[in-house]
């Protein structure tokens, strides 16, 4: 028997008509905002992305351990983040104005660390390593944030987020 699928039909397409379309619309923005004329979508290369899922569980945390997911930065160009809606779920950014410290280690060391409070229905937009090799550092720095082990709530706290790593990782 040949099952025959009609395109318009099939989820993931429609998902990834409705993300290329969502996709140009971001980065359109993106590019007046940083007032930049280099492309960041739209060849072969650039268009580029991946999904990630996260279950994070402070039960299965060892005692040891800060963070669900230490100081780090995006390798692509801008990471597309959604979390569970808790108020205070561990997420935390650098303010990359408090050192002078290049890598993520050494930043997630001395940097002071900014928590940023789910707040329902938003989506967070990260910037990575390639959006700031693209544009340079004086417009762009990448983004380095984590996930602290969160002080909020019961000791069984469960997190999950959804990432859109967009453009091709940096080696
Ligand atoms: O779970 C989060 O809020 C962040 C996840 C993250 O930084 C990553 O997957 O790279
Ligand atoms: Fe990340």
Redesign the pocket.
Known sequence: MQVVFDKADVPALILAKEWTNLRKELFGTVSTILDSAEPLIGTPTLDYDSV?L?FYDSGKLSLDRDYF?PAHK?SGTL?I?V?SSEACDG?EIADLRSTEKIDSEAIGREANFIPVPAVAGEVIVLAGTRLQRLLGKAKVRACV?R?CRPTQGSDKHQRL?L?IFCGPPMK
């Open positions: 990630g996260n997911n995006d990471t983040l979390r997420l944030h996930v987020s990432t």
